[in-house]
């Protein structure tokens, strides 16, 4: 349970230094997931529609 939690916080760490860090590359990198994301619920939207 303990090296879960600290694979969590670490995991949180390193994604908020690279955000400080490469605000350019993490801003592109939210972007794209969020594209995608939006690309995914379109998808869904349109195959549920079908039936």
Known sequence: ???R???FGC???V???FAVR???HAAAAV???AH???LVADGLA???SAF
Do not use: D, N, S, V
């Open 1 to 3: 349970m303990f090296l």
């Open 11 to 13: 995991f949180w760490l």
């Open 15 to 17: 994604l908020g230094l």
């Open 36 to 38: 995608g994301l939006a």
């Open 5 to 7: 939690r600290c694979a």
């Open 22 to 24: 490469h605000p350019e």
């Open 46 to 48: 349109r195959f549920t």
């Open 31 to 33: 972007r794209a997931i």
